[in-house]
């Protein structure tokens, strides 16, 4: 039978990270990925390493710490992250919205974040394409992105080189419990005894949780992107607008019209090759990866009302991904006390790229010395399973269209 120190499940970005955290301090590590590398949610998403999506609290601080591990990782990775530091602007269309904005703005400055307010003139000098109808934006020179894919194939070939192993197309099938605690993992392809499992699984979470007797309060939110043919240069940084800020944390708000409905708010970048990234939906259907005709029409007309440019340029293909959304938008991270060395890695949302870098140090000092190092000074009851003791999950999962369990 084969052995390892730490078996963690899932080959997505999570996984990586925590596998190359681990990899550097010497510790054995076997990852299982039923598929391959990046072929879950962290190969269907965009490339924003954002900090002005982050709610102010622990969401803002885990991303501030991201963000700052991101210049090391495109130095010392032997896979060109596409890592850019060139800031984004979250774009306002009506008073309202200004408001909210100017609010979100402030709690956010206060935590150490660059932001600002521009009007409408100076959000356009920023960004030549933008409506005129626009009343203004935000903008943070500290916002960045990366390659989702690159980056995941980068920290899965940093891994490996620090000795990680990887078992690819093979599937998590049990996972056995000796007086509570950890014993090995079962594999479709033979059993690894284990100290401890790491579930990295994303929106699978749930099914690996219930090998163990847990129920974890994780659902798909689905997501449909454009990506259109390449154009000469449009999009100056990152583009959202205020909407996607709140269809990410309050959706109730947006109303209850149909783009209410399909979670529509705009994220919009462009690849160096010229192609736009066009997103995006926030909606409950389940594990439904699909796109569909109505999304894809509301997502082009909102688009094209804060970049009018967008209607004269030919979509060429479409994609959804499923985002592992929580009851308070933040991740599950840490061991759960209930199964000694059982660790959860997962919920990230719309956030898994951006705190990948964090969740991997955090995660592996977690195993490696009982806790996070004291510089990172990080709340773990705030990202513990725990914290959801008194939510009803299986009203969770039906409240938000979740029936049955990804197998
Ligand atoms: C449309 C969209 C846009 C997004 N944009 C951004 C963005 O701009 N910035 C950002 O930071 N985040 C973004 N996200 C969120 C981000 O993509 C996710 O948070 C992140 O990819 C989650 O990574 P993960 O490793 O947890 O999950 P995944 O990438 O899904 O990896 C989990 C892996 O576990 C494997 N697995 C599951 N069950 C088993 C089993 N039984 N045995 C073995 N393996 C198993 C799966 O095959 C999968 O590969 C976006 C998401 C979507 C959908």
Redesign the pocket.
């Known amino acids: 039978m084969q052995t390892s120190d730490v078996v963690i ?7 990586c990270s925590i596998a190359y955290h681990l990899g550097k301090r010497g510790i054995p590590t076997h990852v ?4 391959d590398i ?13 900090l002005q999506s982050k709610n102010p609290g622990i969401h803002l601080e885990l991303a501030l710490k991201s963000v700052k591990m991101f210049p090391e990782l495109q130095k010392s990775l032997d896979t060109d992250i596409e890592f850019l530091n060139h800031g984004c602007m979250i774009v306002i269309q009506n008073e309202n919205q200004w408001k909210v904005m100017e609010g979100f703005v402030e709690r956010q400055k206060k935590l150490g974040l660059d932001v600002k307010l521009l009007d409408k003139n100076e959000a356009r000098d920023r960004q030549p394409a933008l409506s005129e109808d626009i009343l203004g934006s935000t903008y943070s020179p500290m916002d960045c992105e990366a390659n ?1 894919i690159y980056l995941t194939l980068g920290l899965y070939r940093g891994a490996k080189k620090h000795g990680v192993k990887f078992s690819l197309g ?4 049990g996972i056995k419990l000796e007086k509570g605690r950890i014993k090995s993992v079962e594999t479709d392809s033979g059993e690894i005894l284990c100290k401890y499992v790491v579930n ?5 979470a749930p ?2 949780g219930r090998m163990v007797g847990l129920n974890i309060p994780i659902v798909p939110r ?4 454009i990506i259109t043919e390449p154009v000469p240069k449009l999009i100056h940084g990152g583009l959202n607008c205020a909407r996607y800020i709140t269809a990410k944390f309050r959706p109730e708000l947006l109303g209850t019209d149909e783009m209410a409905k399909l979670g529509v708010g705009l ?1 919009l970048g462009q690849t160096e090759n010229g192609n736009l990234l066009i ?2 939906t926030r909606e409950f259907v389940g594990f439904n990866k699909t796109t569909t005709h109505k999304a894809l029409k509301a997502i082009l007309k909102h688009a094209a009302s804060i970049v009018p440019a967008i209607k004269n340029v030919h979509v060429i293909r479409s994609f ?5 959304y929580t009851p308070d938008g933040l991740p599950i991270l840490g061991e759960v006390p209930e199964v000694p060395g059982f660790i959860m890695a ?1 919920g ?9 870098a964090i969740t991997g140090r955090i995660i592996s000092e977690v195993i490696a010395d009982g806790k996070p190092s004291d510089d990172l000074n990080i709340d773990m009851t705030k990202l513990s399973l725990d914290r959801f003791k008194n939510v009803d999950v299986n009203e969770f999962r039906e409240s938000h269209n979740c029936y049955s369990f ?1 197998s």
């Open positions: 499940i899932g080959g997505g970005v999570v996984g299982i990925e039923k598929d990046a072929m879950g949610t962290s190969g269907a998403c965009d490339k924003a390493v954002l989702p093979t599937k998590v099938t990295a699984t994303g929106v699978y099914t690996i689905r997501g449909q992107i994220a997103g995006g959804a991904g499923l985002r592992p997962a990230h949302e719309g956030d898994g790229i951006a705190l990948s990804a």
